[in-house]
């Protein structure tokens, strides 16, 4: 399964999760191409790959062209530096104030004596207008909206407005909708099946925004919070905002459990998004890209471990609707999951599900569970057991080449062709998987 890891090391924002999902090599050029889609225009991206603390990750930017924005207003060239950077107070993201309330405190506009206006605001719903007329694939579609939406509802409900109220004003809108889009098309490219977090990090104390002084973590962000269990450990010796609201838009919808870095992920490769402000450590989100091998492949090294087993009675869903939990709690890492019919009270035929797991993927299995299935609770124990080391070879017979599994406990040793190897090679080949299988054991005798 291929998992997308972010460790919030110092926070998250829209363009430092696009920055990291480039320096994990998505082409900028085919996000380019992609976005293109979408009818926004006036911008220009930059990703430059520099260092922070020796390290080198990218810095991605969304930068607004001088008087083309797509609003048709000419105002002022803004290079947009949000995440991590309010120094210059511009707050860029939803607004939802009455546009004339709303004093623009942008250096340019102080000094030509501007007032800020919202004629290029971009409303909440021609947000969603925008994102579903393009040509963009399903699954950026679906993920952007959910991403936007998340945003939206925290910004409704702190400013007590209507979903339809909240707008982004212009140069919060491109920038949003650059990284949230650019986001999910970057995502898409590096075809990841889940993603998982480390808790977040975030600042203490407060912003200046236009609307004033905003506490850490900024409202939206806390809203963000209510009714889920994100956790987020704020470090009073870092006095920002860390944490923004795109940042917590994508969090909250794309990952699917926090905890640390998975015991049995393969990290293929680590990358940095950094953000731009001076915190007085390295301000980047850093990712892993990497996968679970089938837990079968998996090298063994010890002769007893503990498995977690879990378990739940459901009488109240259908057998097609609960089928799918199975294949998606092995992706995710369980040892098996499977269902035995019970007899539940009320005299109803019901279900048992068993799931047997790491205990380490207890939340990841638990959040599967609960999200995919009708039951309120899940029963946990944890058992010990013995188990056969494991170690792999590779024999070349006359078909093909054919991983070897060898077991061992003690003085007993178990040999065993990987089956899926042998029933590839049996079907491209036109033969019976017994022929594979004595190929095998032929050059494994022959060996010894
Ligand atoms: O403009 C508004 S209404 C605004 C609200 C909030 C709330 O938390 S409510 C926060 N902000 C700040 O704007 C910048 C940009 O955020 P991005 O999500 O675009 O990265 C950031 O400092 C927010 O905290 C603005
Ligand atoms: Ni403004």
């Not at 098309?185 to 889940?194: F, G, N, P, S, W």
């Amino acid at each position: 399964m291929r998992t997308l890891y972010l460790d919030v090391i110092s926070g998250i924002s829209g363009d430092m999760f696009l920055g990291a999902l480039l320096d994990l090599g998505v082409d900028l050029e085919a996000v380019k191409t992609e976005l293109a889609k979408l009818n926004v225009a006036g911008y220009s991206l930059s990703a430059k790959k520099t260092a922070q603390s020796a390290i080198f990750g990218t810095s991605f930017r969304v930068q607004l062209d001088h008087g083309t924005m797509d609003t048709g207003f000419t105002e002022h060239t803004h290079d947009h530096h949000h995440d991590h950077d309010h120094d210059h107070s511009h707050d860029a993201t939803p607004y939802v104030a009455d546009a004339h309330e709303h004093t623009h405190q942008h250096e340019h506009d102080h000094e030509r004596g501007h007032h800020h206006h919202h004629g290029g605001a971009r409303h909440y719903t021609e947000i969603v207008d925008l994102i579903q007329s393009a040509a963009l694939s399903d699954y950026v579609k679906q993920h952007a909206l959910a991403i936007f939406k998340a945003i939206a509802e925290a910004e409704a409900k702190v400013h007590n407005v209507s979903m339809a109220e909240v707008h982004f004003h212009e140069v919060g809108a491109v920038d949003s909708i650059v990284d949230i889009v650019g986001g999910c098309i970057a995502l898409e490219q590096l075809h990841v099946d889940r993603v998982i977090s480390s808790p977040l990090v975030d600042g203490t104390g407060f912003i200046t925004v236009a609307h004033g002084k905003m506490p850490i973590p900024v409202p939206a962000v806390m809203q963000m919070r209510a009714g889920t269990s994100i956790p987020v450990h704020q470090r009073d010796d870092i006095h920002t905002e860390l944490v923004t609201p795109t940042g917590m838009g994508i969090v909250k919808t794309l990952v699917t459990t926090f905890e640390a870095l998975p015991s049995n992920l393969t990290v293929e490769k680590v990358g940095y998004g950094f953000g731009t402000r001076d915190i007085g450590q390295i301000n980047a989100l850093r990712v892993m890209l990497g996968t679970t091998a089938p837990l079968s492949q998996q090298v063994v090294e010890t002769n007893a471990d503990d498995v977690l087993e879990m378990s739940a009675n459901i009488d109240d869903q259908s057998a097609e609707s609960l089928a799918p939990i199975i294949d998606r709690l092995v992706a995710a890492g369980a040892y098996d999951a499977y269902f035995e019919p019970i007899q539940m009270k009320k005299n109803r035929p019901a279900l048992k599900l068993t799931v047997l797991a790491n205990p380490v993927d207890q939340a990841a299995m638990t959040h599967l569970l609960l999200q995919h299935t009708t039951t309120a609770g899940v029963r946990y124990q944890t058992l010990h057991r013995t188990i056969m080391q494991r170690h792999f070879s590779t024999v070349t017979t006359e078909f093909g080449d054919v991983r070897v599994k060898h077991l061992t406990y003690q003085d007993i040793e178990k040999t065993k062709p990987e089956f899926e190897d042998c029933e590839r090679i049996a079907n491209t080949r036109g033969i019976t998987l017994q022929e594979v299988y004595r190929a095998v054991y032929r050059q494994l005798d022959s060996a010894l």
